[in-house]
């Protein structure tokens, strides 16, 4: 005859029944369901470190090509400043860059 040692546990979840059969200690069922938590998060993490390090990605040439364009205005109102001071409009975009 077969000695059982442990209990039956069914449970509902989400609609689906989870029969588990010869449960020997509460301590089995929290171990396991420690395991799957700690791996969840570990998913969570590993993919909040993917979408932060590609929105830094995006982030850096964002502001890259904000300094090239404010660069870019500098140059362009320092040689507006000099053509109005002296008409030399050559001489004037040699100077401002």
Known sequence: MEER????LSLKVAGQEVNVKNVKSLNTLVTILTFVVVVLIGYALYTHTQDAREHAKVFTE??????????EQTTVMREQTCVMAHKDAEWCRRFAR
Do not use: I, S, Y
């Open 62 to 71: 964002a502001v890259k090509e904000q300094t090239n364009a404010m660069r």
């Open 5 to 8: 040692n442990g209990a039956d």
